[in-house]
């Protein structure tokens, strides 16, 4: 299995608060994302990167910022967390090659 | 934009039966295809990719042939079991540019013994 990890795991919290995700990987992979995935819509990307500091978005980005100070995080925050927020979110990675993507364990936010 | 499309499910079979996801997709060029499955309570793992048209993925029993012609994509396996029963996501990809997936909403697969 690819070093991916996720933290935390589950986290619940309250409309209006800020809220941070964390996206470790071991593999020192040039590509991350952040993906959500909600019944109905498979999975969506928030936002990506491709290197250090080096960031853009995807199509559903609005209400989410990232940062990348090092190769092996990947930071997703929710900057004031809405009910619209409560999902699943699946950090991945992948090299320039793209052979395929590995996928961590997932985060499942609720937002109340 | 690009997208996937994939059948409704869930998908319920009985064990050794023959199954077949849909997948269609629709993107301006040639990207590479790809199968993941999730099983409960579990990340996704690729199951099959194809990277260019007529290749044949396989794995695990699983098969799907890249067809540009249809633009399709199909999961077909001969004979499922009771540990097939997982979520499965088509999804495609450019190899350039953000490298990232689109993924289609995903079929739920139930097989009972």
């Known amino acids: 299995d690819a070093g991916i990890t996720q933290s935390p795991r589950h986290k619940v919290t309250e409309t209006g608060t800020p809220v941070t995700l964390r996206c470790h990987q071991t593999?020192?992979?040039?590509?991350m994302y952040w993906y959500r995935q909600d019944p109905g819509h498979g999975l969506r990307l928030i936002h990506y990167?491709?290197?250090?500091?080096?960031?853009d978005k995807g199509e559903v980005s609005d209400g989410y910022s990232v940062s990348r100070s090092k190769t092996e995080d990947f930071l997703l925050t929710l900057e004031s967390a809405t009910s619209s927020q409560t999902s699943v979110y699946f950090c991945?990675?992948?090299?320039?090659?793209?052979?395929?993507?590995?996928f961590g364990p997932g985060t499942r936010l609720l937002v109340l | 934009g690009d997208s996937v499309t994939q059948m409704e499910g869930p998908v319920t079979l009985s064990e050794e039966a023959f199954l077949t996801i849909n997948c269609t997709y629709t993107?301006?060029?040639?990207?590479?295809l790809f199968w993941y499955v999730q099983y409960p309570g579990e990340g996704l793992q690729l199951l099959l990719k194809?990277?260019?048209?007529?290749d044949k993925g396989s794995n695990k029993g699983f098969e799907a042939t890249y067809r540009k012609e249809t633009t399709s994509f199909h999961l077909e396996k001969g004979s499922v079991q009771v540990s097939d029963s997982a979520v499965y996501f088509c999804?495609?990809?450019?190899?350039?540019?953000?490298?990232?997936?689109?993924f289609g909403s995903g079929t739920r697969l139930q097989v009972q013994p």
């Open positions: 991945a990675i992948g090299t320039s090659g793209q052979e395929t993507q590995y």
């Open positions: 593999e020192n992979h040039r590509y």
């Open positions: 999804a495609l990809r450019f190899d350039t540019g953000r490298r990232a997936l689109t």
């Open positions: 993107a301006t060029g040639y990207p590479s």
């Open positions: 990167s491709y290197g250090v500091k080096d960031t």
């Open positions: 194809a990277t260019k048209a007529d």
